[in-house]
Structure formats: structure tokens, C-alpha cells
T-cell receptor, first 114, second 113 residues
């Protein structure tokens, strides 16, 4: 089946630093990947759509300068949270769509900014 | 704008019971519907994927149905086990563009031994 690997699973960083999260499709090529954020007791919210070789498409209200997305290859998309602050602490999940399996999700990254 | 609602928000059942989780969506122009499981602090595990042209899908003790015209899907879990305890999410992919996915808030299931 389609597998998406996300790394790291947990990260703690100091306020003001930047954190990079990687999302890889292991056994299929993903021209499009998606980044979500999950707030406590809320549904997953789409942040942006990552397109291989072009700029990401951000959802309304998501700061593109805060959440930098790079999709440099057909198997890798990265999300960098720049100048992180405590309010950026959250659970971030990536996904990619594979024709036969629908949307496959990574295992998620728990970001804590202290 | 697609809206996805899941009822109930939480459910507690004794082991061995059959149960039904409900998902409703407002825009019937969907590409597919997918049920996921999420364990606390973990990512999402895909359970069943139903394409818009399909009516149901089955995997082991799980059966998911789709009624696109009424905007409803159900996830049926037979003979529930404590290991089934998790949050179950319904996700609807729209039929346009990148098939944007909208999630429900989930149903938190607890199966009591």
C-alpha cells in the first residue's frame, strides 16, 4: 500500500527558532501533498497544498511566510515553521494522494514551542 | 463550502457490541469518502475508502456505506473489541481541483472490556 513517512514525530524548540518537518512518499510519487494542522478537540484543518516544482497554495488565514513549504521532488515535501512561538504548538500532519488508496497520512509531528 | 458532521461525538460501549458511527456532509459533489482511525497523539490510519460511484466497502469487521444523494455515510463495526478504542474520522474529498479534503471532528470510541 501507499506509505507516507513523516519526521520528526516530536520536536521541542525554543521560541524564535525555526523547525523543519519532512514528509516523504515511500513507494509512490506524489505531485501533490497536503499539510494539515490539528487543534485540540477540533477537526484537521488544511493549511496548504504542496505542489512539486511550484509554489504552494495556502488556505485563507495561513501565513505563508510563517509556514514555508518546499516540494522539491516527487517524493518529498517539507514544512518549515519559522520564528516559532508558543501559539504554533500543535499537531502537524502531511498527506499525499495515491490513486488506489485515497489519501495516505503521515504519522504526524507534535511541535511544542517553549 | 463543504461541512462534515460526525455523530455522536463520543461513544462508550461494552466489548462485543456492534456499533454504528455516522457522518454527514453538505455538498454531495464528492470525489470519495474515507474513514480514518486516530489513536491519541498519533497520525491517521486509513480504514476504508469509498469512491463516489460506490455504495459500500468492507474490511474485516468494518463496513462503510455511502449515500451520496442524502449526504450520509456510516461506519459499522461488528463485535467491538477494546483495541478498537480510538477516534474515528470521516473525510470527504471534493470533486473539483485537487479534491480538497474536509474532515469531521471525529467520534471518540471507547470499548469497555
Amino acid at each position: 500500500g501507499a506509505v507516507v513517512s513523516q519526521h520528526p514525530s516530536r520536536v521541542i524548540c525554543k521560541s524564535g527558532t525555526s523547525v523543519k518537518i519532512e514528509c516523504r512518499s515511500l513507494d509512490f510519487q506524489a505531485t501533490t501533498m497536503f499539510w494539515y494542522r490539528q487543534f485540540p478537540k477540533k477537526s484537521l484543518m488544511l493549511m496548504a497544498t504542496s505542489n512539486e516544482g511550484s509554489k504552494a497554495t495556502y488556505e485563507q488565514g495561513v501565513e505563508k511566510d510563517k509556514f514555508l513549504i518546499n516540494h522539491a521532488s516527487l517524493t518529498l515535501s517539507t514544512l518549515t515553521v519559522t520564528s516559532a512561538h508558543p501559539e504554533d504548538s500543535s499537531f502537524y500532519i502531511c498527506s499525499a494522494r495515491e490513486w488506489n488508496y485515497g489519501y495516505t497520512f503521515g504519522s504526524g509531528t507534535r511541535l511544542t514551542v517553549v | 463550502k463543504q461541512e462534515v458532521t460526525q455523530i455522536p461525538a463520543a461513544l462508550s460501549v461494552p466489548e462485543g457490541e456492534n456499533l454504528v458511527l455516522n457522518c454527514s456532509f453538505t455538498d454531495s459533489a464528492i470525489y470519495n469518502l474515507q474513514w480514518f482511525r486516530q489513536d491519541p497523539g498519533k497520525g491517521l490510519t486509513s480504514l476504508l475508502l469509498i469512491q463516489s460511484s460506490q455504495r459500500e466497502q468492507t474490511s474485516g469487521r468494518l463496513n462503510a456505506s455511502l449515500d451520496k444523494s442524502s449526504g450520509r455515510s456510516t461506519l459499522y463495526i461488528a463485535a467491538s473489541q477494546p483495541g478498537d478504542s480510538a477516534t474515528y474520522l470521516c473525510a470527504v474529498a471534493g470533486s473539483g481541483g485537487y479534491q480538497k479534503v474536509t474532515f469531521g471532528i471525529g467520534t471518540k470510541l471507547q470499548v469497555i472490556p
